[in-house]
């Protein structure tokens, strides 16, 4: 990792010194050097805090949205990006939310991260790494201004393999008492934190539908009615759109598996319409846009 | 009063004889991959290997969410039915030291003039039974915030590990009431029962409580850009606050009909949004880090000039729970200079 | 009471439409005894339900000298306001107060007062007005600088038109520049500029300013011009709040709580604070 770091630190410098950004959100070390947490680079000469390593996990695409506006007035970003941040980057492009020329996007090549920082030991070894890594396919960025890294020549399987999918096929297997028994028991332990949605680049809403009371949609209330309208909402409100990033659930303090709820809907919504967001900063998701054959069997 | 020991055996006893007798045993359990405080009714699911449970037992005195009253509109108008607060007698076992500290924090808040009774009439009932800790993590921090696992503030009786149970020291007048109620359970400490020594966290040099709070206390730091700086990365989720052992805030809601239904107090989180927001468009709190900078000072300087207690009992939950790791105690380093 | 958060119910008796979306109720407790003890003191508040939609704070904004009774008045903002909105007379809603602290009228014995207010800060102006006004004898000049954005904007107009006939006041009403109408009689500018221009003496006066963040803050600095010390200066501030007793930790302004070291503090206080409102 050594050398991606340096060319990292350079292009960053670079882009600072001509002023082609005015800041560079990336990832640095904490205090203890244990840990990766957010940074924003404006001096050139702290460039040299950026790191890059399996620990980088989090998407830092949450930084480009509007709800930052305090990161939005220091000035045009560069951004340190995963192939699969880029991914929620280019739904952000698709939906308006930033201009494709207002972001600088350090492209880099990934050989995997950790599902969760704290499961790191001395190395990245496949069972830490989370499903979405085993499967990934931008492993070498696919949107970018510059790439910082050696092509990777990894080849995801042709099915997709891992956990979720194993335990998506399972829960498609129970009745539908399970099913609800199975997503009572996971929702009912939400503490409706909001994490899911504060980390997640897609729910840029300044207003989301919790916050809206008039009428009240959802009841702010953490018991289990209220838990299961907000996690059902928000599920909804990310079809078609998700790109199955995985913040959410790694966010999640009480570990719900959102990872199984966004990837369903991912699979549904690339059986109905062949599409999948993230890919093409030119193609609308399909929820915001209508077609005369667009399939019509879900009216029943 | 001196020394009493409890054996695992004699733990799993008292967990039933409590049950049994209408109080609620609330102990460290694993659930969905993570130890969480929980209601337990026997010693089986009871885990001893853990650092911290994910949620602070704030909520046994303070739950998430509760009724206050039902209202129903009639043709006499509107009537309202109180809900009694269920006080039962609650233990709470393997608090950890640093946390015990934090009902006094809350104690203080809910009754500073007006005296909440929704919180109040259970922390009357509540044990605290802390087992002094013999492993910490890298987010440990109580020695920075001058307890340790040593303190006993908070504590009504303080358990100590030995190899087959624990050695109970009772501290407060409910704790000795406590281990006098329960005697049964409790016996001489027998030969070769040794408490096991207790880990003594890293002191994080650079925070110096006493300068932090000056810092605090001054209007003129509050516009420091480095508030922005060192913590615009906040996402503005609630975890660190839900689960903070001393954060205390909450909303008041109202949910049914016009015809009837209940009114919520619901924990609230000062790190989101709309917390702040005024009917009229104006936020005083508009952007992240005002809101971050509103905890830490609650933390700092609030709970310790206003309340004269403790704001943060170096717990680290809000650290470990963070999604983009903003260490709290960096903050308190860089707000120390 | 045991439960801090009950409140009590309390029936709509007289309904004022103000603007087109600013209502005033008067409201009296159902309960008999309560209608006759209940006190509170000039610039209190209190948290008003809408039952099934929740509480607001707004401020007491009848005089505390008019007994059985109080009055509110709000503007059709959110949730709970709206459903204010909807009631009639003879409906019932909550009531939880008073709270908070008060403007020391008391101290303010043989002196002059200035009032000055913005579109719905009226209100918790009004209540120090009427309160000084049923005992004129004990002070001195009244005078009030009142402003809106438009005509249509002034609150009480019933009451304005009474106080600018009584020769014992003098109403400076104003509206924001385009607000006016063809027969506005009154002046056309901002609230601050107005007042700056009405050249109000400030010996032996005490100001009482209420309006939104922006109004106060120019305020301020045209008093000072006019030669008020900030000791003089007495305003409302409005934080959110939900619990209006201290605990739910929304309406603090650094270390200090609106809702019980507060809603009433002087300039001097107002510029010692952290910038939190």
Request: glycine residues 8%; negative net charge; charged residues 25%.
């Amino acid at each position: 990792m050594g050398k991606m770091e340096k060319e990292l630190r350079e292009k960053a410098k670079e882009l600072l010194e001509s002023g082609e950004v005015a800041v560079v959100i990336g990832y640095g070390f904490n205090r203890r050097k244990t840990r990766v947490t957010p940074v924003f680079i404006t001096d050139p000469a702290e460039t040299d805090k950026l790191v890059f390593n399996a620990l980088c996990v989090n998407n830092l695409s949450i930084y480009l949205t509007r709800k930052y506006k305090d990161v939005q007035r220091i000035g045009r970003p560069a951004i340190v990006a995963k192939g699969c941040d880029i991914k929620n980057i280019v739904v952000l492009i698709t939906e308006g939310q930033v201009k494709r020329e207002d972001v600088y996007i350090i492209g880099m090549t990934c050989e995997g991260v950790a599902y969760k920082q704290e499961l790191l030991k001395e190395k990245l070894v496949p069972e830490i790494m989370p499903v979405k890594c085993h499967n990934c396919d931008v492993r070498n960025p696919h949107v970018t201004d510059t790439v910082i890294g050696e092509k990777s020549d990894f080849t995801p399987p042709e099915e997709p393999t891992g956990m979720v999918f194993d335990k998506i096929k399972q829960i498609e297997s129970m009745t539908a008492t399970e099913r609800w028994d199975f997503w009572n028991e996971h929702f009912t332990r939400c503490i409706k934190c909001y994490a899911c949605r504060q980390l997640c680049s897609l729910c840029y809403c300044e207003q989301c539908i919790t916050e809206k009371n008039m009428p009240q949609w959802i009841e702010t209330s953490a018991h289990p009615r209220g838990n299961l309208a907000w996690n059902l909402i928000r599920a909804m409100h990310l079809a078609g759109r998700c790109t199955f990033c995985g913040e959410c659930e790694r966010g999640c303090p009480v570990n719900i598996p959102l990872n199984l709820v966004n990837q369903k809907l991912v699979l549904t919504v690339k059986n109905a319409f062949d599409f999948e967001s993230g890919y093409d900063e030119n193609v609308h998701p399909p929820m915001i846009v209508f077609k005369e054959d667009d399939k019509e069997s879900f009216i029943k | 009063m001196t020394d009493r020991y409890i054996s695992k055996e004699s733990l799993g006893t008292l967990i039933t004889t409590v049950n049994k007798s209408g109080g609620r045993f609330v102990a460290p359990v694993l659930d969905a991959r993570q130890v969480v405080y929980k209601e337990v009714a026997s010693i089986e699911p009871v885990v001893d290997d853990y650092i911290l449970p994910r949620n602070s037992y704030k909520e046994v005195a303070f739950p998430q969410t509760e009724v206050i009253y039902k209202y129903e509109l009639n043709r006499a108008g509107v009537t309202i039915d109180p809900v009694e607060i269920e006080a039962r007698e609650t233990i709470v076992f393997g608090a950890r030291p640093c946390e015990a500290a934090s009902l006094a924090s809350l104690n203080s808040v809910f009754t500073w003039d007006f005296i909440d009774e929704t919180y109040t009439k259970r922390e009357e009932r509540v044990v605290v039974l802390s087992v002094g800790c013999i492993n910490a993590d890298d987010e440990c921090f109580c020695t920075t915030v001058n307890l340790s696992p040593k303190s006993t503030t908070g504590s009504d009786v303080a358990l100590y590990e030995t190899d087959n149970g624990y050695i109970a020291t009772p501290i407060t007048d409910k704790g000795k009431a406590f281990v006098k109620t329960y005697s049964a359970s409790f016996a001489d400490t027998p030969k070769g029962e040794k408490r096991k020594e207790l880990i003594d966290p890293e002191k994080i040099e650079g925070v110096d409580l006493t300068k932090l709070g000056e810092t605090l206390a001054k209007t003129e730091n509050y516009d420091n850009p480095k508030w922005a700086e060192l913590t615009r990365k906040c996402c503005g989720c609630g975890a660190c606050t839900y689960s903070c052992p001393t954060c205390h805030c909450f909303d008041i809601t109202d949910e049914g009909t016009a015809f009837e239904g209940e009114r919520r107090k619901n924990w609230d989180a000062c790190q989101f949004d709309h917390f702040t927001l005024h009917a009229s468009g104006h936020n005083p709190r508009d952007t992240q880090y005002k809101r971050y900078r509103n905890r830490f000072m609650c933390k700092f300087h609030i709970y310790p000039t206003k309340f004269n207690s403790t704001g943060c009992v170096g717990c680290g939950r809000c650290i470990r729970v963070c999604p983009v790791r903003l260490d709290i105690t960096e903050l308190m380093e860089a707000m120390s200079k | 009471m045991s439960n801090l958060y009950i409140p009590h119910l309390v029936t709509i008796e007289d309904i004022y439409e103000e603007t087109s979306d600013i209502r005033s109720f008067k409201l009296v407790f159902k309960d008999k005894e309560l209608r006759e003890t209940f006190e509170f003191k000039t610039g209190q508040f209190g948290l008003y339900s809408a039952f099934g939609l929740g509480e607001s704070t707004f401020c007491l904004a009848s005089s505390p000298t008019r007994k059985g009774y109080i009055q509110c008045t709000f503007r059709k903002t959110g949730r709970v306001t709206n459903g204010l909105g909807e009631l009639s007379i003879g409906d019932t809603m909550g009531f939880r107060g008073p709270y908070g602290n008060h403007f020391p009228i008391e101290e303010w014995k043989g002196k002059n007062i200035l009032f000055i207010a913005g579109g719905i800060a009226l209100p918790p102006v009004r209540s120090v007005i009427w309160n000084i006004l049923d005992r004129h004898e004990d002070f001195g000049n009244v005078t009030i600088v009142y402003g809106a954005k438009t005509v249509a904007d002034l609150v009480y107009k019933e009451e304005l038109r009474h106080w600018d006939e009584r020769p014992d006041i003098k109403l400076i009403q104003t509206v924001d520049p385009g607000g006016e109408t063809d027969d506005w009689q009154g002046k056309v500018g901002f609230v601050p500029t107005v007042l700056e221009e009405s050249k109000v003496k400030a010996e032996n006066t005490i100001a009482v300013v209420c309006g939104p963040p922006i109004m106060i803050k120019f305020c301020l600095g045209a008093l000072g011009k006019l030669g008020f010390s900030d000791d003089a200066v007495f305003t409302t501030l409005e934080n959110k709040m939900k619990c209006g007793v201290g605990k739910c930790g929304r309406c603090n302004v650094g270390d200090i709580y609106i809702c019980k070291e507060g809603p009433v503090y002087t300039a001097t206080q107002i510029k010692t604070m952290f910038a939190d409102f």
